[in-house]
C-alpha cells in the first residue's frame, strides 16, 4: 500500500518564486492537512480539508493556499516563497471524526528558500 | 486557543532505566495521539487515547490519558537504544473533528 505520497522529497527555491508540494493518498480518506515542522516548535496545521471541495485553513495559513478537487489529492501551493517558508512540509490523512484512527504522514518534503 | 505542551523536551537517559515524558494540554479533549519521529523521517502511530483512564501498552512503552487532569503520560521501561526518537502528542479538541494540536515533541536519547 502507498498510504500517503509527498513529492518531492527535497527542493530548493529562490525567494519570490511560487511552486506546489504535491500529496496524494490512496486510502479513501476524507481529512486530509498539511502541516510544517520547525525545530522547537512541533508541527503546525497550515490547511486541512474533510473532503473534496471543502479546506479551510490552520494555525499558520498565510503564504499558501490549498484546493480538494479529488479525494486523493491535497496540494499545497506556495504563491511568492519567502525564506521565512524554509522548512519541512508534512501531508496527513485519516478518516474524518472517526476517534480510533490517527492521521497517516507522508514522508515529508524539505524545502529551502534562499 | 488550544495549548499542548510537553516535559521535558530532551531527556537523555541510559539503557535500563525508566523514564516518563508528560504532555499537558488546556481545553477538552475526546482524544490524544503520541507519535514517534526517527531522525529525517515522517511520524509513526504509537498510540491513540480515546476516554479518561485509557492505558495502552506496546512493548517498553505505556501510555495513559487523564482527563480530568488534562494529562498524558508515556512512560518507558528499561529503556533501549532503539527507543531514542522524538516524540510527539497531539490532541484534538471536543468540537474540531479531525484537528491536531501538536506538542514541541521530547526528543529522547538513550545511551549505552
Known amino acids: 500500500n502507498a498510504g500517503v505520497t509527498q513529492t518531492p522529497k527535497f527542493q530548493v527555491l529562490k525567494t519570490g518564486q511560487s511552486m506546489t508540494l504535491q500529496c496524494a493518498q490512496d486510502m479513501n480518506h476524507e481529512y486530509m492537512s498539511w502541516y510544517r515542522q520547525d525545530p522547537g516548535m512541533g508541527l503546525r496545521l497550515i490547511h486541512y480539508s474533510v473532503g473534496a471541495g471543502i479546506t479551510d485553513q490552520g494555525e499558520v495559513p498565510n503564504g499558501y493556499n490549498v484546493s480538494r478537487s479529488t479525494t486523493e489529492d491535497f496540494p499545497l501551493r506556495l504563491l511568492s516563497a519567502a525564506p521565512s517558508q524554509t522548512s519541512v512540509y508534512f501531508c496527513?490523512?485519516?478518516?474524518?471524526?472517526?476517534?480510533?484512527?490517527?492521521?497517516?504522514f507522508g514522508d515529508g518534503t524539505r524545502l529551502s528558500i534562499l | 486557543e488550544l495549548k499542548v505542551e510537553q516535559n521535558p523536551l530532551f531527556l537523555s537517559m541510559q539503557e535500563g532505566k525508566n523514564y516518563t515524558i508528560y504532555c499537558n494540554y488546556s481545553?477538552?479533549?475526546?482524544?490524544l495521539y503520541w507519535y514517534r519521529q526517527d531522525p529525517g523521517k515522517s511520524l509513526e502511530s504509537l498510540f491513540v487515547l480515546l476516554s479518561n483512564g485509557a492505558v495502552k501498552q506496546e512493548g517498553r512503552l505505556m501510555a495513559s490519558l487523564d482527563t480530568k487532569a488534562r494529562l498524558s503520560t508515556l512512560h518507558i521501561t528499561a529503556a533501549v537504544h532503539d527507543l531514542s526518537a522524538t516524540y510527539f502528542c497531539?490532541?484534538?479538541?471536543?468540537?474540531?473533528?479531525?484537528?491536531?494540536?501538536f506538542g514541541e515533541g521530547t526528543q529522547l536519547t538513550v545511551n549505552p
Open positions: 496527513a490523512s485519516s478518516r474524518n471524526r472517526v476517534r480510533n484512527q490517527p492521521q497517516h
Open positions: 481545553t477538552t479533549s475526546d482524544r
Open positions: 497531539a490532541v484534538t479538541p471536543s468540537t474540531s473533528g479531525s484537528r491536531l494540536t
